[in-house]
């Protein structure tokens, strides 16, 4: 089985394999299925080609990037990207983008989204990108396309281009007094373009459609239950797949017996290597041809909770340290020099990602052509997977992402789709895969556990002197200190994981955050300091600075005085272009240690805001999903196997751990666009931190703070979530 | 396998099962009736939540033997003449979802508490909303939508 350790780091993440460009013949079979209209493309934008030296490790993106516009005879505008919809609320965000620039309502913008077929070549959906790269990439599309359809209305009037404007879908010449609709201009003619990527774009305080609260498109198909999710969709002779478990991870099989299986009806079972599986005519035979397998397995020793953090800190990956991710001055000079001093180790335990909709596959052959509809974050990622695993060109391989019931950074991975083709294709007819909430909570991969060391000095009026910083395993992102420190060695420490890991929300700058932003709160408290104060005095970025006084001033900080029952905390920070500074009230019962977060004031900027009610949606549940890490979410396992893959094991956030929930929004619209999936999570955890040592003088350095209980080796929690 | 007759969204459907299945297995795959989503199979997430005679029942942990003796309504039934219900209009006006995989059950369970409950405090609807999960953590719409919806029944809107 899959055992292999995923790479935590979101560059390592972002290593995909190496994009292909759209064949001649995808290019074919793409007009054939759009028929008439504009179609737009475009040779290379610089955006892309700046991109793709940081972002693909050198890797060259394709040289042909086409086809991301359509526009009908009926005025429809098709967009084509291989981003994908899981409940952040792009498919409306980059659709407000592109009517703002192609001057159309929003209504009569389609996105179709990761399809491997229709859309340009995609390397995912991760890292809070889409808005900042695929939004100015469809915007410059669009305001090609509106360029084009300005010329061609200029050449049917036999005018100057620069006579006519744009608006509404239509281009109008007002000395003339006549208009035609972007339908008219194009019907009947199959126009292919190549322009320039230097396109001048709609500045952010003339947006009329962008930055506007437009609702969620096709958000009526999830009030009525209509919107198809990877999990829902049929196709006809579809048979149901099922997949048998080893007890425990890097097990071998000892002893298997399948007979019994074999005799349900309908029942085909699939045995190649390791992978044992089996089709049935549906789901519930499925399921019992799975129980009815007599397997027995050799489960070898592993590495559990306990001795965890020792373990990861004595277990660096091949090849030893990754060398200094950052060094200034001299640390141990200055520590040498401070007046007052802190040291202290962080944890972060393994969470998992828990996608209401489990990861979920439907495949089917035809003709040697393999078509998959399945949830993932990369559907041209998993295309390849598909491809590698079936020894079949990327150009045989279709993948088809309905918007799903979301990912979190956990369905990077094609697993349900391979299992779904592997049996589709012994079965012939197509199959699908659902995991089990129990599958998905173990053969998923978590997000890394980790652990933070840090040492720092500062002198007694406040100052920061000195900040050195150890990550094993947690990641690098966000590693950095935002607050002005002249002496500081700050280093990532890739290490071997005992469980799978990988992508998660805000990853590594969870941990981050909660490490320094937890440090920073000790350092305020040793040098007498109000930790607001303290903060704002060693920090320069302004816009970091507006965030903190926002988010402050709304909360009431200042005023607000902490008691043994209840307690305010503060905390923030920047990553992914986002800034957040993040103000908690927890109150604490004195009898049951119970913690309970009752209020949050998170202040945000992310310069110009596309929606700013997509954009609060986020923020909210960012707060409330960053509940589950900071108080009670860990996965618990020992020799292999996770011990807590239920929902009643694994406590989540539920309606009873809400707290008042205010968001203070700063539209910066002189600035760029830069995403809001993931940041808005990072300040939670060490404002809560913060809150429960001002009202305990307890500082919790281990996340979850408050989990349901001990694991056998540790002592007990202190306090429960 | 056992032949059964459910009263599905007011419709009389005939589905051959093993006694034994699920309701949810049987809406879904055997009805056709996605709209019901699978979470957990274990009765602790509610998104597989509908309505047995007009109360929230988690359709995973419910055989389609014991089902066909009730009325079932699902997601799919709420809807009458091209009109949203109070929760769905709710939930649709204040944007309560996200990835949206859980608002079928979310609704459901609204409706099951707003029919014994014309107008729920918070803390009622906190109660009676404890067992769904909404992993995109939309919990503050939700609420929302739920005070929402028993204006609009206060109102006179259809259930």
Redesign the interface.
């Known amino acids: 089985m899959n055992h292999r350790v995923e790479p935590a780091t979101e560059i390592a993440q972002s290593i995909s394999p190496a994009p292909r460009g759209i064949s001649e013949l995808d290019r074919r079979d793409f007009l054939k299925v759009l028929g008439g209209g504009l179609l737009v493309c475009l040779t290379r934008t610089s955006s892309w080609a700046q991109e793709s030296g940081r972002a693909f490790g050198g890797n060259e993106l394709p040289k042909e990037l086409s086809a991301w516009l359509h526009i009908a005879a009926d005025g429809q505008v098709k967009v084509f990207t291989g981003k994908v919809e899981v409940g952040q609320n792009i498919r409306t965000s980059l659709a407000q983008l592109v009517a703002e620039e192609l001057k159309v309502s929003f209504e009569a913008i389609t996105m179709v989204m990761g399809d491997t077929d229709l859309a340009p070549w995609d390397m995912g959906t991760f890292g809070s990108r889409t808005t900042p790269t695929m939004g100015p990439q469809l915007r410059t599309m669009a305001a090609a396309a509106r360029q084009i359809l300005v010329e061609i209305a200029a050449q049917r009037w036999r005018v100057a281009p620069a006579t006519l404007t744009t608006a509404d879908g239509k281009v109008t010449d007002s000395q003339n007094a006549r208009s035609l609709a972007y339908g008219e201009l194009t019907r009947g003619e199959r126009l292919v373009k190549t322009v320039s990527s230097e396109e001048s774009l709609t500045p952010a305080p003339e947006w009329k459609i962008a930055g506007t609260p437009v609702p969620k498109a096709e958000g009526r198909d999830f009030v009525t239950g209509k919107h198809k999710y990877p999990s829902d969709i049929t196709r006809p002779e579809m048979m149901f797949g099922a997949v048998l478990r080893p007890d425990g991870f890097n097990a071998t099989l000892a002893s298997l017996d399948t007979r019994a299986a074999e005799r349900l009806p309908g029942v085909k079972l699939v045995h190649d290597g390791d992978f044992i599986g089996l089709v049935a005519p549906d789901a519930l035979v499925a399921q019992h041809g799975l129980s009815a397998i007599q397997a027995k397995w050799n489960v070898p020793a592993q590495p559990s909770n306990q001795g965890l953090f020792a373990y990861l800190k004595n277990n660096p990956e091949s090849g030893g340290d990754d060398g200094p991710q950052h060094v200034s001055g001299s640390v141990a000079q200055a520590m040498a020099g401070a007046d007052l001093k802190l040291k202290e180790q962080y944890t972060v335990a393994y969470i998992a990602h828990a996608p209401l909709e489990p990861r979920a596959a439907v495949a089917e052959w035809t003709d040697g052509k393999l078509t998959v509809w399945t949830g993932t974050q990369r559907p041209f990622g998993v295309r390849d997977e598909l491809a590698q695993a079936f020894h079949l060109s990327p150009a045989q391989v279709r993948v088809i992402q309905p918007d799903m019931g979301s990912g979190y950074g956990g369905k990077h991975t094609g697993e349900a789709a391979i299992e779904a083709a592997r049996l589709a294709k012994a079965a012939g007819k197509p199959v699908k895969v659902v995991w089990t909430r129990r599958e998905e909570f173990t053969w998923a991969y978590f997000r890394p556990a980790g652990l933070i060391e840090i040492k720092a000095g500062a002198r007694r009026d406040g100052t920061l002197v000195a900040w050195q910083y150890h990550n094993y395993n947690s990641g690098p992102a966000a590693i950095g200190t935002p607050y002005n420190v002249a002496n500081q060695l700050i280093q990532y420490h890739a290490v071997k994981s005992p469980l799978r890991q990988g992508s998660y929300r805000g990853l590594a700058s969870t941990a981050n955050h909660f490490a320094r932003e937890s440090h920073m709160d000790g350092m305020a408290h040793l040098v007498g300091m109000d930790p607001l104060e303290f903060r704002l005095k060693n920090l320069a970025d302004p816009r970091l600075q507006a965030v903190f006084q926002a988010a402050a001033t709304r909360f009431g900080w200042g005023r607000l005085k902490s008691t043994p029952e209840r307690g305010f905390g503060i905390a923030g920070g920047v990553d992914k272009g986002g800034y957040v500074a993040t103000c908690a009230e927890v109150e604490i019962d004195a009898a049951s240690k119970r913690v309970r977060v009752r209020r949050v004031v998170q202040a945000w900027e992310c310069g110009a805001i596309v929606n700013p009610d997509g954009l609060r949606n986020q923020l909210m549940g960012a707060i409330v999903q960053g509940i589950g890490g900071a108080l009670f979410e860990r996965i618990i396992f020992a020799n292999g196997r996770i011990l807590n893959p239920h929902f009643a094991q694994y406590r989540v956030p539920r309606f009873s751990d809400t707290p008042q929930v205010e968001i203070v929004l700063i539209d910066r619209k002189d600035l760029p666009s830069a995403g809001a999936g993931e940041t808005g999570l990072v300040g939670l955890a060490p404002a809560v931190g913060n809150a429960i040592f001002a009202a305990s003088g307890i500082r919790l350095p281990n996340m979850p703070m408050a989990p349901q209980s001990g694991v056998p080796g540790e002592p007990d929690p202190s306090f429960r979530g | 396998m056992g032949d059964f007759v459910l009263n599905v969204n007011g419709a009389h459907l005939r589905v051959s099962?093993?006694a034994e299945?699920t309701l949810l297995?049987v809406l879904?795959?055997?009805l056709?009736?996605?709209?019901?989503?699978?979470?957990?199979?274990?009765g602790?997430?509610g998104?597989c939540t509908v309505l047995l005679d007009g109360r929230a029942t988690r359709s995973c942990l419910v055989s389609v033997e014991s089902a066909a003796k009730t009325k079932i309504v699902?997601?799919?039934g709420?809807?009458q003449n091209g009109k949203?219900s109070a929760v769905?209009?709710a939930?649709?006006d204040e944007?309560a979802?996200?990835?949206?995989?859980?608002?079928?059950g979310m609704?459901l369970g609204a409706t099951s508490l707003l029919h014994e409950q014309q107008n729920p405090t918070e803390k009622q609807?906190?109660?009676a909303?404890?067992g769904?999960?909404?992993?995109?953590?939309?919990?503050?719409?939700?609420?929302e939508a739920v005070k929402r919806a028993s204006h609009l029944l206060a109102e006179g809107a259809s259930r």
């Open positions: 099962s093993p299945e297995s879904r795959n055997r056709n009736l996605t709209g019901t989503k699978y979470g957990c199979g274990e602790q997430c998104a699902t997601i799919e709420l809807e949203l769905q209009q939930f649709l944007g979802f996200q990835c949206g995989y859980c608002t079928s609704i609807i906190v109660e909303m404890e769904h999960i909404c992993r995109c953590g939309t919990y503050p719409r939700i609420i």
